[in-house]
């Protein structure tokens, strides 16, 4: 493996995928010449509207669906082979999961198909069972009566079953309460200090600017953008200044000292939080200590 | 050294019989070996158990197995209104309606988890987390493959317990109404023999038997080499004759060309007596009262040296005569428009030397040497039909003769002995066939035809008793004109039954019975007259005018007798095999059809070789002249049209038939509700089919699925 592989986690050449309808005709191309690389222990974020062909990209990349062209490599091997399988952790945008199942069964399931001998298994479904915050009544429930928090939940649970070098989160917030939000943009901030690469592909732009190192944007099957969250989100030709205590009069002469220095467009204001900050700072509160419950994936 | 024809038609027979095995094996090795070496290296069965775990728990928490309980209420409800007048019958008919509930519950089961499990894991897009995992595309057909098996085993082992415990219930009932019937019946009453089997063996016994070699129909005990048919008796002998290309060749140029011949002789050995009154009229009544001069000259065939007078004086002996035809392979007629039904009569000559053979000539019509030269093999079909005649069959009775000019000629026999390849093949004497068998008439003074079944290697251990049982399974197939007056007090029909040691000559003397219809009777005869394995079983009617209806295992020898649970289980075993199968098909169609569509295709993939089978003789070579001919369609080209059509259209339906399993050949209930023991030949042939059809099935399941976006 050379070196350029061995610092990358994904590798797409050229990803064209055009479905066809019954004679065989074009129908959609979902997807049109992707190139792009992850490297890995970064948590990388793929952005778009519905239907830019995020979800079709994390499909093709699984083996769910096959390429009209080009290729797609996930730690050295070709997407969808079993090898890269044994390696990566899959939450998809919603958690399809057998219903009748409860949770314990369901992390034991997916343990076999790693073939987790069952000793290491009776260690680790519990410990991912407290991580992912489903308590002893809840584990034992049938999927089917979870909400879809607890769904969203189990289904990250079994996508870390096999400890994954790659882990793929479609929509993982989705169902998410804010405190539920806010712990998994938590845990994958975990996990990228762990080492782990995650890609993340949510419309939901607060949580990828929160978390990932880069991003690209896709629209209608293009890519559209791509690099560092801080880079792309710079503006380049307004400078911001921002200090704690300034009184009005200090404001005011700070305006009048722009001015004759020949700035113009001036504003002054006081910065606002963001709503899940200020959610969650209530939360706190209101839980006692200051303190919420710990974020899931968090260190012990 | 084999002629070459004989080796072209046994390969030609080998290809159609194992063909499927071929298409099997090519599937196999190229779809799992090649394509799917890499998955199979891989194979993992703790992936595997895993996945059938999860199919088995699913099936369980959507409570599949609550549909056992209303199978079980259904069979109590129907055996409970069942009366049948036999008590072995009730057991038969409770045998037959346990594993028939079982087999339906298991197969409609079989067929709806099969069916829908892919399709709605795709749908509900369950599969992107099993797909996503290192799991092979294999493992997840042959996991879904053994989740559904073990439903199917856990459904037959309930009914199966079921199965064992009514049957004891209803044996027990059963046995006491026997015990109570037998202290009520007189010492001599002919229902006697088989109520004492009953009490002595139970109900619930298996019995291993020995089936004859084979039936033929005689008109009496053989006479050296020399086997007799009686006339007007609708007795007839088969000869096989199998063509060489050349051969063929040699036949068609003969129809081809104008002014050439080929003849069939027969040659026949011919004992008459002086005809009684019955006979006369039959002479009558079959135009054969002054035959010699009525028959058209060309029935005679060219004229042999012969002795017998071209006149012939009032009630003097009938002429001899035969009536030939022409069958395929499947014993339908090959006459054509000649003659379907009643063949073409030929006068035998009588030799001018007594003792000597007579001899008959058919000139061969051009369309039947067309028809012998087009198909794979045939049978000339000689009747017997003057009355007050015997008929003595030898080897070779019939040949093919072509006139060369040489003094030779060309002389075709008849084919080879399947046997001994060295021999031509030995004629069989037998019986025009009724509702229920082969016709065997009765005559009062027992002188009648007679059946023997031919016993060879009978593995019989030596009884602590003495006597060995016979199983009896004669049917009546006629007694409409039976006095019943005349037959005796009870009624009853008698049938004399005798065995003949061949080894020893020992006889059992004739022994008496008295047959009901669908009924078995059983007979012990003395262990002297079966010993050593090589015996024959003569059945003779004793009554006048009365018709027995005989199979090929009418008659069997009862060698063993084995534990009743043991074979309850090979019969449910043959049932997980079928469930099995019908799991492989289900998940195969429902790789690339919709649930709905893959429940169809599997009932027609199931179904397909029995509905074939089912229109039988109608799907024949030729049926579509036959429908042209009905439907009265008389113009030549739409008549061709239609027929050739048919024609296509049957063929095509049995080559595809072919191809699909065979579901009798998993006789879940047709050995056990018989009181027979499951044989292991049977249970390697479920084996097969289930290997034949499944392996390549599942291979076929396994690469579409590799190939198929699971994301919809």
């Known amino acids: 493996m050379t070196q350029s592989a061995q610092e990358e986690a994904v590798r797409i050449e050229h990803l064209t995928k055009i479905y066809k309808d019954f004679w065989g005709r074009d129908k959609v191309r979902a997807l049109d010449d992707l190139n792009l690389s992850i490297r890995r222990g970064e948590v990388f974020g793929l952005l778009g509207p519905n239907g830019s062909g995020k979800s079709t990209t994390i499909k093709l990349m699984l083996g769910l669906i096959f390429p009209t062209a080009g290729s797609a490599s996930i730690l050295g091997h070709a997407a969808g082979s079993t090898e890269v399988n044994e390696k990566i952790g899959f939450l998809p945008e919603e958690s399809y999961l057998y219903r009748f199942l409860n949770g314990e069964e369901t992390l034991y399931f997916y343990g076999r198909l790693f073939k987790i001998p069952r000793r290491d298994l009776k260690r680790r479904v519990p410990m991912l069972l407290d991580t992912v915050g489903l308590n002893a009544k809840d584990r034992k429930r049938k999927l089917r009566e979870y909400s879809k928090g607890m769904a969203r939940r189990i289904g990250l649970a079994q996508a870390l079953i096999n400890d994954p070098e790659l882990i793929l989160l479609d929509e993982p917030t989705t169902g998410l309460d804010p405190i539920g939000t806010r712990e998994m943009k938590d845990l994958i901030i975990s996990l990228k200090q762990q080492g782990k690469t995650v890609l993340l592909c949510s419309h939901l732009l607060a949580d990828v600017q929160d978390v990932c190192d880069r991003i690209t944007i896709l629209f209608g099957g293009r890519m559209q953008t791509l690099g560092q969250v801080?880079?792309?989100?710079?503006?380049?030709?307004?400078?911001?200044?921002?200090?704690?205590?300034?009184?009005?009069?200090?404001?005011?002469?700070v305006q009048a000292f722009l001015s004759k220095i020949g700035v113009s467009d001036t504003v002054i204001t006081h910065p606002t939080t963001t709503l899940e900050d200020l959610f969650m700072r209530i939360v706190r509160e209101r839980t006692g200590n200051g303190q919420a419950k710990p974020p899931v994936g968090s260190p012990n | 050294?084999?002629?070459?024809?004989?080796?072209s038609f046994a390969f030609a027979d080998l290809w159609h019989q194992y063909l499927p095995w071929l298409a099997a094996g090519i599937i196999v090795v190229l779809g799992l070996l090649i394509y799917g070496a890499h998955d199979l290296f891989r194979l993992s069965l703790t992936r595997i158990w895993a996945i059938s775990s999860v199919c088995f728990s699913e099936a369980i928490r959507k409570r599949?197995?609550?549909?056992?309980?209303?199978a079980i209420i259904g069979v109590i409800v129907v055996t409970q209104l069942s009366h049948p007048d036999d008590p072995q019958e009730a057991i038969r008919q409770a045998t037959k309606f346990c594993l028939f509930a079982s087999g339906l519950l298991v197969s409609v089961v079989a067929i709806i988890l099969a069916c829908t499990n892919l399709p709605k894991e795709i749908d509900n897009r369950v599969i992107f987390t099993v797909v996503t995992k290192p799991t092979t595309r294999l493992e997840i057909v042959l996991g879904k493959c053994l989740g559904f098996a073990r439903i199917s085993a856990t459904i037959i082992i309930i009914m199966g317990i079921f199965t064992y415990a009514y049957l004891q219930t209803r044996s027990w009932t059963e046995m006491s109404a026997v015990h109570r019937q037998l202290a009520s019946i007189p010492s001599d009453s002919p229902t006697r023999p088989t109520l004492v089997y009953y009490a002595d063996h139970g109900f619930l016994t298996t019995r291993r038997l020995d089936a004859p070699e084979n039936l033929q129909i005689y008109g009496r005990l053989p006479d050296g080499n020399v086997r007799w048919m009686q006339g007007a008796q609708s007795e007839y002998f088969l000869v096989p004759?199998?063509?060489?290309?050349?051969?063929?060749?040699?036949?068609?140029?003969?129809?081809?060309?104008?002014?050439?011949?080929?003849?069939?002789?027969?040659?026949?050995?011919?004992?008459q007596h002086t005809p009684n009154a019955t006979e006369q009229r039959e002479i009558k009544e079959l135009g054969l009262g002054n035959a010699a001069v009525e028959l058209k000259a060309e029935e005679l065939g060219p004229v042999l040296?012969?002795?017998?007078?071209?006149?012939?004086p009032a009630n003097a002996l009938p002429p001899a005569v035969v009536s030939i035809r022409l069958l395929n392979q499947n014993y339908r007629s090959l006459n054509g428009t000649l003659d379907e039904s009643a063949g073409v009569r030929v006068v035998l000559q009588q030799p001018d030397k007594p003792g000597d053979s007579w001899y008959g000539r058919l000139t061969i019509p051009a369309e039947w040497l067309n028809r012998m030269s087009q198909v794979p093999m045939f049978y000339v079909q000689v009747h017997a039909i003057s009355p007050a005649t015997d008929y003595g069959v030898e080897a070779e009775p019939e040949m093919i003769f072509i006139?060369?000019?040489?003094?030779?000629?060309?002389?075709?026999?008849?084919?080879?002995?399947a046997q001994d390849p060295g021999k031509p093949a030995e004629p069989e004497l037998l019986s025009s066939r009724g509702a229920r068998g082969m016709i065997l008439m009765g005559k009062a003074d027992g002188k009648g035809p007679i059946a023997l079944y031919h016993f060879r290697n009978a593995k019989i251990s030596r009884p602590s008793n003495g006597t060995v049982p016979l199983q009896l399974q004669i049917n009546i197939e006629k007694n409409g004109e039976v006095d019943v007056e005349k037959i005796g007090e009870s009624g009853y029909a008698k049938v004399g039954v005798q065995v003949i040691n061949n080894k020893t000559g020992e006889s059992s003397g004739l022994i008496e019975v008295t047959p009901e219809l669908s009924q078995t009777s059983f007979l012990n005869v003395p262990f002297k007259s079966v010993e050593g394995g090589d015996f024959d079983v003569v059945v003779r009617s004793q009554t006048q005018d009365q018709w027995l209806g005989l199979k090929d295992d009418a008659v069997s020898v009862v060698v063993a007798d084995e534990s009743f649970v043991v074979n309850l289980f090979k019969s449910l075993l043959v049932l997980w095999m079928l469930s099995i199968l019908v799991v492989v098909i289900g998940i195969f169609c429902s790789t690339f059809l919709s649930w709905p569509i893959a429940i169809i295709c599997t009932l027609v993939i199931l179904l397909g070789h029995w509905g074939v089978d089912q229109l039988g003789s109608a799907l024949d070579p030729g049926s579509g002249r036959s429908i042209a001919t009905e439907f009265r369609i008389y113009d030549p080209v739409s008549s061709r049209t239609i027929s050739q059509t048919f024609d296509t259209l049957s063929h095509v339906l049995r080559v595809v038939s072919n191809f699909l399993p065979d579901l009798s050949k998993f006789p879940v209930s047709d050995y056990i509700e018989r009181g027979l023991a499951v044989p292991l030949s049977s249970l390697l042939q479920s084996l097969g089919v289930l290997a034949c059809y499944g392996l390549p099935l599942l291979v076929l399941s396994y690469v579409i699925m590799r190939n198929k976006e699971v994301a919809p």
């Open chain 2, 305 to 312: 040296p012969t002795s017998r007078p071209t006149t012939q």
């Open chain 2, 241 to 271: 004759f199998t063509l060489s290309e050349e051969q063929k060749d040699q036949l068609q140029q003969v129809a081809d060309t104008t002014g050439a011949s080929a003849y069939l002789m027969t040659t026949l050995r011919i004992q």
């Open chain 2, 1 to 7: 050294m084999l002629p070459a024809f004989v080796l």
């Open chain 1, 230 to 253: 801080r880079d792309l989100l710079q503006v380049r030709d307004i400078t911001q200044i921002q200090t704690r205590g300034m009184s009005t009069a200090q404001i005011e002469e």
């Open chain 2, 64 to 70: 599949t197995l609550w549909i056992t309980p209303l």
């Open chain 2, 403 to 417: 006139p060369t000019g040489k003094q030779s000629g060309i002389k075709i026999g008849p084919a080879m002995s």
